[in-house]
């Protein structure tokens, strides 16, 4: 076997990272947010009705349970259909945990990254007045730009000056963007004459845009809910996708590259190379590779 890095202490480093990244999301989801001065003429901006977050049109809960599921259910779904197959079959495996570790590293650089902006900007929601002022009747000499007490219940008051960026947005656009570009290597939607000899298929570029265009109607529905400035959606729906992109080419080549169906890790499995065994035990990669 050769001396290189064993791909299963690869994986166990890269499963570590993304267990040190979780921790770091979650500290940074419970820090507390820069306190920006809202002058008087502001307040115009955040006077806007509050909604309870079961009200949302797509609730907290929710938004998380389908990052997690959408991905892995995707990933999942690939690794059945090859499984059996002659031609990359014996290393579907592989595509697996790429796909796993790629979406993985993808939501957890986009939830820190968006946390520590949303902590350092402290923009107010749409609707933090009322957050601040639940009755919508502020105490006398209230609100004061530089003496700010509100009366409403604390952690209200905090996630109201969490507005910039959109983490619904982010997250959203994250995992849909992540998905369609992964789709759109498996299809092979952009070299698919040249590595295949035939037409491209609309319906494979449908399938690719619709995640996205989705993320798009939901990222809107923040503003809606009166949660997110519509600047907050904006760069929110940007973060993710560069986030998704990012995550995405660290695990599998471009959508554009002869061989974009295939992940890194399956690449260097299907070298011709003796001393290199399909086992996640047993499979070596050298260290210059890595």
Same mark, same amino acid.
């Given at each position: 076997?050769?001396?290189?890095?064993?791909?299963?202490?690869?994986?166990?480093?890269?499963?570590?990272?993304?267990?040190?990244?979780?921790?770091?999301?979650?500290?940074?989801?419970?820090?507390?947010?820069?306190?920006?001065?809202?002058?008087?003429?502001?307040?115009?901006?955040?006077?806007?009705?509050?909604?309870?977050?079961?009200?949302?049109?797509?609730?907290?809960?929710?938004?998380?349970?389908?990052?997690?599921?959408?991905?892995?259910?995707?990933?999942? /779904?690939?690794?059945?259909?090859?499984?059996?197959?002659?031609?990359? &079959?014996?290393?579907?495996?592989?595509?697996?945990?790429?796909?796993?570790?790629?979406?993985?590293?993808?939501?957890?650089?986009? /939830?820190?990254?968006?946390?520590?902006?949303?902590?350092?900007?402290?923009?107010?929601?749409?609707?933090?007045?009322?957050?601040?002022?639940?009755?919508?009747?502020?105490?006398?000499?209230?609100?004061?730009?530089?003496?700010?007490?509100?009366?409403?219940?604390?952690?209200? =008051? =905090?996630? %109201?000056?969490?507005?910039?960026?959109? &983490?619904?947005?982010?997250?959203?656009?994250?995992?849909?963007?992540?998905?369609?570009?992964?789709?759109?290597?498996?299809?092979?939607?952009?070299?698919?004459?040249?590595?295949? /000899?035939?037409?491209?298929?609309?319906?494979?570029?449908?399938?690719?845009?619709?995640?996205?265009?989705?993320?798009?109607?939901?990222?809107?529905?923040?503003?809606?809910?009166?949660?997110?400035?519509?600047?907050?959606?904006?760069?929110?729906?940007?973060? /993710?996708?560069?986030?998704?992109?990012? &995550?995405?080419?660290?695990?599998?080549?471009?959508? %554009?590259?002869?061989?974009?169906?295939?992940?890194?890790?399956?690449?260097?499995?299907?070298?011709?190379?003796?001393?290199?065994?399909?086992?996640?035990?047993?499979?070596?990669?050298?260290?210059?590779?890595?």
């Amino acid at each position: 076997m050769s001396s290189g890095v064993r791909l299963r202490n690869y994986i166990y480093k890269e499963s570590l990272l993304r267990l040190v990244l979780l921790l770091v999301f979650l500290v940074t989801e419970w820090s507390t947010p820069f306190f920006r001065i809202i002058q008087d003429e502001e307040w115009w901006l955040y006077k806007f009705p509050t909604k309870t977050m079961s009200a949302d049109l797509l609730p907290t809960s929710r938004l998380f349970t389908l990052v997690v599921l959408c991905p892995l259910a995707v990933v999942s /779904g690939r690794y059945l259909k090859n499984i059996n197959k002659q031609k990359y &079959g014996e290393t579907a495996k592989l595509d697996l945990m790429a796909g796993i570790l790629s979406a993985s590293l993808t939501m957890g650089m986009n /939830g820190i990254a968006t946390n520590l902006i949303k902590n350092r900007y402290g923009r107010p929601r749409p609707d933090f007045f009322f957050r601040c002022f639940p009755d919508g009747n502020p105490p006398p000499g209230q609100p004061n730009p530089y003496n700010l007490e509100c009366t409403g219940n604390y952690e209200d =008051i =905090i996630e %109201g000056r969490k507005s910039f960026p959109s &983490g619904h947005s982010s997250f959203l656009f994250s995992f849909c963007v992540w998905i369609s570009l992964y789709l759109a290597g498996k299809l092979r939607i952009v070299n698919s004459i040249s590595e295949g /000899g035939r037409l491209p298929r609309s319906e494979s570029l449908i399938i690719c845009l619709t995640l996205p265009l989705l993320a798009v109607l939901n990222a809107i529905g923040r503003t809606c809910d009166y949660k997110h400035h519509w600047q907050d959606v904006t760069c929110g729906s940007l973060l /993710g996708t560069l986030m998704a992109w990012i &995550g995405y080419r660290q695990f599998f080549p471009a959508i %554009g590259d002869r061989r974009s169906a295939v992940s890194y890790m399956e690449q260097k499995a299907l070298q011709f190379d003796e001393n290199l065994i399909y086992d996640l035990g047993k499979l070596s990669v050298e260290t210059s590779s890595i």
